[in-house]
């Protein structure tokens, strides 16, 4: 059950992906919420506002769910970067409407409250990475070093990159599979393309 204040951000997110920030309304996200505009003041107090507080709602699921993984001894170093990539995956699939609006931000922001806040999310994932990265080469699970921001360029550009170019991909195959099929089948595969990625640049061997 969504709260008001849920349904107002997610309504908010639709029409921003959409109209991007300039060219949506308070109005528009009232009546797509369902909702008095005077509501928007009510928990936001701005656009402005609402929008910033999207964008950190959003980058906070992330945040927890990685600071669980990095903090599990269940385990092993390679488990946790495989469950994050299986998150990261999830969250681009079913985030459409947000991971838009996050690669428009990253290009045209002007905000300097959200250039910031982006800056210190990325900072966070790279950290995470180093954590587990180092606790890996220590415990010999890792036998290669790669430069750490690189690690996370190829997830994150591979994964951006693949969910912008899928229905182009879906074209060259001439794949008539209805959407949905194709898309559990085209994420299943670019997961397991990360996976192998990441198994050669850390030097991990499964049956080791």
């Known amino acids: 059950m969504l709260s008001k204040e849920e349904n107002i951000l997610f309504a908010a997110e639709k029409l921003f992906a959409e109209l991007g920030f300039e060219g949506t309304s308070t109005r528009e996200i009232a009546k797509t919420a369902n909702v008095n505009i005077s509501m928007i003041s009510y928990?936001?107090?701005?656009?402005e506002k609402l929008y910033e507080k999207l964008v950190e709602y959003r980058m906070n699921e992330g945040q927890f769910f990685s600071k669980d993984i990095l903090e599990r001894t269940d385990i092993n170093e390679w488990e946790k970067i495989e469950k994050i990539v299986d998150q990261f995956s999830d969250k681009v699939r079913h985030q459409k409407c947000f991971y838009r609006i996050m690669q428009r931000e990253q290009l045209h922001t002007k905000n300097p409250q959200m250039v910031e806040f982006l800056k210190q999310t990325k900072m966070g994932f790279i950290a995470m990475y180093s954590k587990i990265l180092e606790s890996g080469l220590e415990k010999g699970i890792f036998t290669k070093n790669p430069p750490i921001y690189l690690l996370h360029s190829t997830v994150s550009g591979t994964l951006f990159y693949a969910?912008?170019?899928?229905?182009?991909?879906?074209?060259?195959?001439?794949?008539?599979?209805?959407?949905?099929?194709?898309?559990?089948?085209?994420?299943?595969?670019?997961?397991?393309?990360?996976?192998?990625?990441?198994?050669?640049?850390?030097?991990?061997?499964?049956?080791?």
Do not use: C, P, Q, R
């Open 163 to 208: 969910s912008n170019a899928k229905e182009m991909y879906k074209e060259f195959l001439n794949d008539t599979e209805d959407e949905e099929v194709f898309d559990k089948k085209y994420y299943t595969e670019l997961n397991k393309h990360i996976k192998y990625l990441l198994k050669d640049l850390l030097g991990y061997e499964e049956n080791k």
């Open 43 to 47: 928990y936001f107090g701005s656009k």
